[in-house]
């Protein structure tokens, strides 16, 4: 679905939904590495605040 503004789009009307019931500040939350989504954000006015990394480890006797 890129490059036809459907992430815009959606982006939009979310963002005038929550005004309209009176947020003042949105968050979103990007599974790093996706430039597309990272254009996205900025071109929508959001600023980076934080860089998340998740780690995982099996428990012990745990087979993957």
Do not use: K, M
Request: overall charge positive; aromatic content about 6%; cysteine-free.
């Amino acid at each position: 679905h890129q490059q036809r503004g459907l992430g815009r789009a959606v982006l939009a009307e979310g963002l005038r939904r929550l005004a309209a019931e009176g947020a003042h500040t949105a968050v979103v939350v990007s599974n790093g590495g996706r430039d597309a989504s990272q254009r996205l954000y900025q071109s929508a006015g959001f600023r980076l605040l934080d860089r998340i990394f998740a780690y995982e480890r099996p428990s012990a006797g745990r087979q993957e």
